[in-house]
């Protein structure tokens, strides 16, 4: 006689930030499947997609935490890269086919810092032909892939700092180590390739690590496999996040209702954007923006309980 059918994992409720370091080879979808069995939820998403090449910080958001995530794709984010120069690819990557070659002899270090100088500012950036980006409805990469011709329009980005670390001599190349501080949005894939431009040599990147994504750090994150053989995750609470990620303030009882009824507040918010709300158990509530009329009162934005 058959015993009785073992249970199954009762799908948690918990909410929160998960800060995963994540393994090239995987797609950010990927990491989220992965943590979705995890956390027991299908509740996850990411802040911030990492091509499969890269690794480094990949923010989720698990249940209510993914109506966070909208709101967080803003920050400034940080990145260590290597750029090899003297080869252009169909992808600005060494995932990519080779479509140029040049020599880069009588190029030296001095040369690549002026080149790459002149690509911090706020600049007017070309995306990679192969981004997420959709044009008519369909994503870059997958009409590149399906064989067509991909232009995309120049965005606006901010490339707040390039720090050059090294420029290592590599048979008929020259790799670049560098670091990127810069806006959300920003395509480090890019910068290799304008930086080979400008060169007149082609350039395309062949590593990439997210070491930041605004105040969470890449000491923080946790790798993936790590996760998987503890079976479980830790994640970073809502009060948690709503304090990392905005100004906050604390509210009383009587005003947390308010907000869990959707109300406005008479409060002079700390800024002009997404603040965090607070309630009495450090949990958080909402986030609140000023009311466009009346600077002492605060409408909400997004509600979480």
């Known amino acids: 006689m058959s015993g009785p059918a073992p249970s ?155 720090d050059v670390h090294e420029v290592t001599p590599r048979d008929d190349a020259l790799d670049v180590a560098l670091s990127v501080r810069c806006s959300s949005g920003t395509y480090i894939r890019a910068i290799a390739r304008d930086v080979g431009a400008a060169l007149g040599v082609g350039g395309h990147l062949t590593a990439l690590r997210r070491t930041a994504i605004g105040p969470v750090g890449i000491e923080e994150a946790v790798p993936l496999e790590v996760m998987e053989e503890r079976g479980e995750v830790t994640l970073m609470t809502m009060g948690q996040a709503g304090r990392r990620f905005f100004p906050s303030i604390d509210v009383d009882e009587q005003q947390a209702r308010d907000v869990g009824f959707g109300r406005s507040l008479d409060v002079r918010l700390p800024a002009a954007g997404p603040v965090a709300v607070i309630g009495p158990t450090g949990d958080l509530l909402a986030l609140y923006e000023r009311s466009s009329d009346d600077e002492t009162r605060a409408r909400p934005v997004a509600v979480f309980v």
Request: a neutral charge; proline letters at 3%; charged letters at 30%.
């Open 8 to 162: 199954r994992r009762e799908t948690s409720t918990e909410s929160g930030l998960l800060v995963v370091d994540k393994p090239a080879g995987l797609t950010s979808h990927d990491v989220v499947g992965r943590v979705r069995r995890l956390a027991r939820t299908r509740k996850v998403g990411h802040a911030g997609t990492l091509d499969p090449m890269a690794t480094g910080v990949l923010l989720l958001g698990v249940n209510k935490a993914t109506r966070l995530l909208g709101h967080l794709a803003l920050a400034e984010k940080s990145y260590d890269a290597v750029v090899r120069l003297g080869a252009a690819t169909t992808t600005d990557d060494a995932e990519g086919e080779v479509v140029s070659t040049a020599s880069v002899d009588g190029i030296d270090e001095a040369g690549v810092r002026r080149a790459l100088e002149e690509l911090v500012g706020d600049i007017e950036q070309v995306p990679s032909a192969v981004s997420a980006i959709k044009v008519d409805g369909r994503r870059a990469y997958q009409r590149v892939r399906d064989g067509e011709q991909v232009e995309l329009a120049p965005r606006r980005v901010t490339v707040y700092a390039i």
